[in-house]
């Protein structure tokens, strides 16, 4: 435990400062690994400051100066990792972007943040960068690291990371300390990144974090759970994530240890196997697919094998879900469950890549019950955190042993936490973001006196762990006044293997009602084995036996209802099925996959017009939005199902 | 036109006819493929594209002409010659090795690269060994190149059609060709994957420097990638030169749309 209001000494109080002592008490101990041409490339603490530092003296040479801004664009590459603490030791600020944002996207972060490199991997970047570059005064040079596709540009302004680093050779033969001064000159209360939240509301905002705020944030954390130096993570999420760049960037330079990168997105549940991390991070999305695809996998084994991963994986749930109420486990499951390692779990934590790990999070959105219960109940320890872009990526994580369902865990070191009369949640810490780059006025909305306001509502139980309901907006009633948290509906409705997206509406209104995804995956598999042909997924979601399946899961979701008194007015009256996949590209939910509400309620209002309406089923029209920027139109004729409410049974 | 440091084309075809009985499937054509080219040749169902390309790569001998490769004569060659002298091609229906997985389909590729020796490939040793190891970084950099590292392993039937392609073209592009013959690469994909292929095709021939000539059916998708592209209509050269020119010919008009325009 740390004692709170520490400071930072001079000599370790940036990121390049400490991959500079890295380098010199570590030079052989591997920092970053990247997979290519399917090998494992390793580099070192040494390597990694050496990298960093020839991208460094080459955007030097280039004219880079303090203050001045790179965007980071890509999948996770020890390059681009490198890119940001080049940006950083110069004394400047890296700005990550989400890959695969479009180009509007990209246009209005680069000019708002003034950005005047770009450092970004492949072509695919390029070919945005140069639309965007064509309107922005502020852009001069784009790099890239992957050549392929792109030597045929002569543009001068247009150069690869290893053209930069040539340049930052020559550059250090006038200026062999250049590099050195410009890290000495750099101090804690620097900006260090810029990291421009999606928001689920208007234009993106630009949450800086100093070095102190990502230093002081990540060090307590390690310290908290006990990370070393020897352990693996994978690096996987998107780089512009303020969770990614504490993981993998921040605290594995402040701990040491190594980040794995994969070998392409589509590779990654593969990498993690052959990495086998000991340290995991994963949004709820991301543990469900994979919970999803065991549960695909395990229904293709035969009768036997099926039965018995049925049978141990109940019983850990079992066990876990007592565990977890705090209550006794009887006998005779405790004795199964060391079988049930042997034949079941040990196996299928191996397979999955995850037998090393000693600590897990999730984090981002509340996760399933089931889903949690399904990972802990096979030894993995998954924990929850809460945290957000202007606390540095953390707040509260739960401890070990103490891991609860419906809690986000205790306050980091050296973090308070107070709830407002509003019930809204509001922490200060020394990893509270110094304000929104060029937006006073949000600044002000957000941080008072050093607190933050989250914009969550939640609540610290009598054992000091904090819960969140929901967004502080989001909560709302139905016109009766019956409580209605839509998010905690749509979570419920998500831990289907069937459902990919859902969102609850009801704010004002008579009843509650809900547009749903299916999830193509699993819902294609399904009808392929029934035989049920479909051509796409417009086709399928209206398939007559696919409502019948999702009906089923809308009565799940009600029947769980029942058991909360406050929440059982809430139940889902109708639902239908949407004819397309929301997507970030329309706007519809946001890279991180958030839902954003008004900009549905706007889009679809015939669709919700339609639900509280008599009619059975609505025709839409909806654009859709390509990867590269254009736009087509869907038509389809959408069904609207009822659903029968369930009263609670007087006595069961 | 770009011509080659000695003056010449990589390939030319000089007037062969090929006949199947009393079929004329190719009448006399002749076309050029400059040195690191895209060339298109296009034309109607029947057209005799798919018969100039087995002309080309051996399958097929024409009756009359010549077929002049990096400048001597290959008219006679068998398929496998026609291979070693760095010709590789993809097949319109894919021929892959359905129960190999794609990176030992592409390893295939190198076949013609290899010098066995049978006992030290079988112990595994020695210059086997070194041998061995050259040829699966080059495959490996295919892999990468082509974006399937996710399928390396996988057995090339369990891929969707589109993938399948894809590795047919890694493992013609394992063979290092100077000439790239590929056999509609794009039919039967869907719009996403058509654009892939173009990436791909454009990126080859200017990573690589490979000359390619392609048949397609697809006009839209040919007018956008090909430096040139030669029209065939019943085995005869209707058309030839570059896309825009050749997008606004009556005769290419008339053999695609029929005879009605104004």
Redesign the interface.
Known sequence: MSAPGRALVRERDTFPKLVRINAEQMPTKVAIRE?????WQSYTWRDYYEQSRLIGLGLAALGFARGDKAAIIGDNRPQLYWSVMATQALGGVAVPLYQDSIEKEMQFIIDHAEVRFAVVEDQEQVDKLLHVKRQSPHLEYVIYDDP??L??HGEPFLMSLEQVQELGKKFALDNPTYFEDEIGRGAADDVAIICYTSGTTGQPKGSMLSHGNLILTARNAAEREGLGSDEEVLAYLPMAWVGDHIFSYCQSIVKGFAVNCP??P??VL?DLKEIGPTYFFAPPRIWENILTNVMIRIEDAAWLKRKLVHFFLDVAQQIERRRLLRQPVPLWRRLLYPLGWLLVYGPLTDNLGMRRIRLAYTAGEAIGPEIFVFFRGLGINVKQLYGMTESSGLISIQNDGDVRLDTVGTPLPDLEIRISEGGEVRYRSPGVFLGYYKNPEATRQTLEDGWVNSGDAGFIDHDGHLKIIDRAKDVSRLADGTIFAPKYLENKLKFSPFLKEAVCIGQGKPYVTAFLNIDLAAVGNWAERRNIAYTSYTDLAQKPEVYDLVHQEVVRVNRSLLEDEMLCGAQIRKYLILHKELDPDDQEITRTRKVRRGFIAQKYAPLIEALYSTTDHVGVEAQVTYEDGRTGMIRADVRIREVEPLTPEPAR | MNETPNGRPLLEVDGISVHFGAVEALDRVSLDVPRGEIVAIIGPNGAGKTTLLNAISGFYHPVEGRIVFDGADRTYLRPYQVAALGVARTFQNVALFKGMSVLDNIMTGRLLKMNGNFLLDALYWGPARRQELEHR?FV??I???L?I??I?KTPASRLPYGLQKRVELGRALAAEPQLLLLDEPMAGMNVEEKEDMC?FI??VN??FGTTIALVEHDMSVVMDISDRVVVLDYGRKIADGPPQEVRADPAVIDAYLGVAHA
Do not use: N
């Open positions: 997979k290519d041409f399917g090998i392929r596709g030597r045929a070998e392409s589509a590779t593969h | 970084a490996e950099r892999i990468d190149f974006e590292q996710a390396r990436r454009l990126d200017e990573e």
